[in-house]
């Protein structure tokens, strides 16, 4: 199998210093009073506590929950929607949110170990309520659905495991003008260290993370859920919930490939072949990976959810691919951490990272842009001003690039082995869980 040489259509590769510095002042201003999202205004008194001291984390058990939801989101939502309308990034009144599914309407997507009563949803889940409420505010959209996976267990009923609740919500301003009136509470407790103005927190003697430090026992100003009794009419909706249940019964691992999976298509190959046990395994080695993870995250969150407009995702579709490729500042921007304990020289990059540019580049050629932005932190240098590195790239030939792409996407659809498809970057041979299976040892 042939290999594609990147770097021969690199045609420029510039450092951009103003950027850089742009990025780098951002992330050294202290922005969390002023960057408020949906789910801090459930919470206000945990959300001021989280900022107030970061270095208090979940414990395991409560992570791996969580990482249970996340990871139903993720398959639930691929069965019953489609990628351009997952994971919604949504910003008003200073508030920024991520509608779980927004198509025509906001869809939230919530799981539960407890039982959810089907007659009073107000009653027993109204954050549920309240979330939705502050999108459709967002989006403008009087009505919304919420759907309620109940994992089962010796508790858990009989019955079908999917709730979906209509909601609609005659006076968006209404909700708007509280969403406001909570953004400022939180924002003059932060500016003032004076948390004692804000709501008790629901988790009050629940096994709180925050319990030893915040103030909650002798605040004086109680929970309540205004957003939530401003929802109109409030009904299961069995007819949308047996449609998702037989979209989901029908629906099989999906068969689309990534952007990533043209640049790696033997590890795609491999990964293609797992069993689902071996899938969850893995999961635990992100748990490892989360303390190198912080300033990492504080950039993406940057790059994805920086200045109005700034960022988008564009939808990419050449069957059977499925993608979304990130665009910051009109160009495709990938962000990556090379392990190296010092920089590589601009002319040597593409030969360094052929798979940094092979990415960007195919990002570029998919979306008809000459010009693409790596950014580069590597983590073991010591230098902090030296640490990020911020390169616009431009590419020649994009039909090429692209026609690789595509020919990449047809040989890993009809591949019966790995040995016809590319092959990785021949670092990747000694990391490899393959590499016995693939031949490259």
């Not at 999108?135 to 759907?147: F, K, L, P, S």
């Not at 909570?182 to 004076?194: F, M, P, Y």
């Not at 990272?353 to 073991?380: I, M, Q, S, W």
């Amino acid at each position: 199998m042939s290999d594609f040489d990147i770097a021969s259509y690199v045609s420029h590769i510039e450092a951009n210093r103003s950027v850089k510095d742009a990025l780098m002042q951002s992330l050294k201003t202290r922005r969390p009073p002023y960057r408020i999202s949906v789910t801090d205004l459930l919470n206000l008194k945990q959300a001021y506590f989280k900022r107030k001291y970061p270095e208090i984390v979940p414990p395991l058990e409560k992570q791996q929950l969580m990482w249970a939801g996340t990871g139903f989101h993720k398959t639930f939502g691929s069965a019953v929607s489609s990628e351009e309308y997952l994971e919604q990034f949504v910003e008003a009144e200073g508030i920024v949110g991520k509608v779980d599914i927004y198509e025509k309407i906001p869809v939230e997507v919530k799981t539960t170990s407890t039982p959810v009563d089907t007659k009073d949803l107000l009653r027993y889940r109204p954050t549920y309520i309240e979330q939705l409420g502050m999108y459709c505010a967002m989006v403008n959209a009087h009505e919304g659905e919420i759907i309620i996976y109940q994992r089962q267990g010796e508790e858990s009923p009989s019955t079908s495991p999917l709730l979906v609740y209509h909601v609609t919500f005659p006076d968006l301003e209404a909700i708007r003008s509280e969403m406001r009136r909570r953004r400022d509470l939180l924002v003059q407790a932060l500016i003032s260290n004076e948390p004692s103005n804000l709501p008790i927190c629901p988790w009050l003697k629940r096994q709180c993370d925050y319990s030893q430090v915040c103030d909650c026992a002798t605040t004086s100003t109680p929970a309540s859920h205004e957003i939530a009794e401003l929802a109109g009419e409030i009904y299961v909706d069995s007819t949308t919930c047996e449609q998702l249940l037989s979209k989901m019964a029908g629906s099989h691992p999906s068969q689309l490939f990534r952007i990533n999976d043209i640049v790696f298509p033997r590890l795609a190959y491999f990964e293609r072949l797992k069993s689902s046990e071996e899938v969850r395994e893995e999961k635990e080695e992100y748990l490892r990976s989360m303390d190198e993870r912080g300033f990492l995250d504080a950039l993406r969150d940057s790059l994805r959810y920086g200045a109005p407009g700034e960022a988008q995702r564009i939808p990419v579709k050449h069957a059977p691919l499925a993608d979304l490729v990130q665009i910051w500042q009109n160009l495709p921007t990938i962000l990556r951490d090379p392990k190296f304990s010092s920089l590589v020289e601009r002319e040597r990059l593409p030969r360094a990272f052929p798979h940094y540019f092979l990415r960007l580049g195919f990002d570029c050629a998919l979306t008809e842009n000459t010009k693409g932005r790596l950014l580069l932190y590597y983590v073991k240098v010591p230098k902090e001003d030296a640490k990020l590195m911020v390169y616009d790239v431009n590419f020649r030939n994009l039909n090429a690039v692209k026609a690789e792409a595509l020919r990449r996407l047809e040989l890993l659809e009809k591949a019966t082995s790995p040995l016809q498809l590319p092959k990785c970057p021949s670092w990747m041979c000694s990391y490899c869980d393959y590499r016995l299976e693939c031949g490259e040892a």
